[in-house]
């Protein structure tokens, strides 16, 4: 008896990136695999394998009604950029009980890692003192008052609270900050967690020391953390962006840092790469990371874990979903946001 199809267009991702040698294995077990090569795939090729194909795992989906319409034993379409797509049919998907999954929740570990990182060293003055140091103007035992904070009982805020904060949370609890989170989705769900209270986006701005900018983007919440709510900042607020720039007015962000009122690390810019003439390269106060945050080796193999186990759950009928499920109340949102992969 002939396994299942999956077609793996996984290109730009590379197959090691995504997979531990175990868990592809594991996928070869469950299906035939079709791709999973290290370059891309040509669309006739993908074209020509749909209508066989019971999964489909790609890094840009391209799924239109007359595509999906030759894929009679289609299943699940498995996106592993990092977010849903636009080029997808979500609503011809969802007719035809096609689950559209995302590999999202793959990056929570290593995205929260490198945001407990950027806070600890924003915090605590690293960065700057280190670039003090090389320059022969380092403070010895200096407290550095105004700048520098421990995390231990600080108050914390979250821009969004999907399972990137989430995953942050549960990392910072031994320094057992007070921590509140902006997330309208969550808190119309329903959602509650412990150590953490939902408050208006204004009262983070005005009240925590660090802030952490880690939402979907999506078309209403372009620059959310607006000019005006930056002005409104206290002084020596530390800003960690690590979800996407476009949630930010970056270029209010980069001016306050550089004029001393703020502290500002972000691992992600409104143009990637960032030009070398760039004069945000010069400014102060600034901590960058040329988005590596998942950039890690097998910082994205969860996503591969992930993609065997749901995809050995759906040939089994279960319904236990490791994977982002869409849904058209989420895609509406998201996929007219622009994307950057991480």
Known sequence: MSKPLIIMDQHF????????????????????????????????????????AEFVVAAKPELDRSDLDKAPNLKAVIEVSGTFQTGIDYEACFERDIEVLSCAPGFRRSVAEMALGLMIAGGRGIVDEHERFRAGSERWFNDNLGTDFSLYGQSIGFVGFGSIAQECLRLLKPFAPRVHAFDPWLKAAGASFDDMTFVALEEIVRTCRCIV??????????????????????????????????????????????????????????????????????????????????????????????????????LSGSKDRLLQAASLATVRKIIRAPLVAG
């Open 13 to 52: 991702r590379q197959v090691e990136e995504l997979f531990r040698p175990s868990a592809f294995a594991g996928l070869s077990e469950h299906c035939d695999i079709h791709g999973g090569v290290n370059w891309p795939m040509t669309r006739e090729d993908f074209l020509l394998r749909l209508p066989e």
């Open 213 to 314: 900018v880690a939402a979907t983007p999506t078309e209403e919440n372009y620059k959310l953390v607006s000019r005006g709510l930056i002005e409104q900042m206290r002084p020596g607020t530390l800003v960690v962006v690590i979800s996407r720039s476009h949630l930010v007015d970056f270029d209010a962000l980069v001016e306050a840092a550089d004029a001393g009122r703020i502290r500002l690390a972000s691992d992600v810019f409104p143009r990637e790469p960032v030009s070398k003439r760039a004069e945000m390269r010069q400014a102060e106060n600034v901590i960058w990371s040329p988005h590596r945050a998942a950039a890690v080796e097998g910082g994205r193999h969860p996503i591969g874990d992930m993609i065997l186990h749901d995809v050995a759950a759906i």
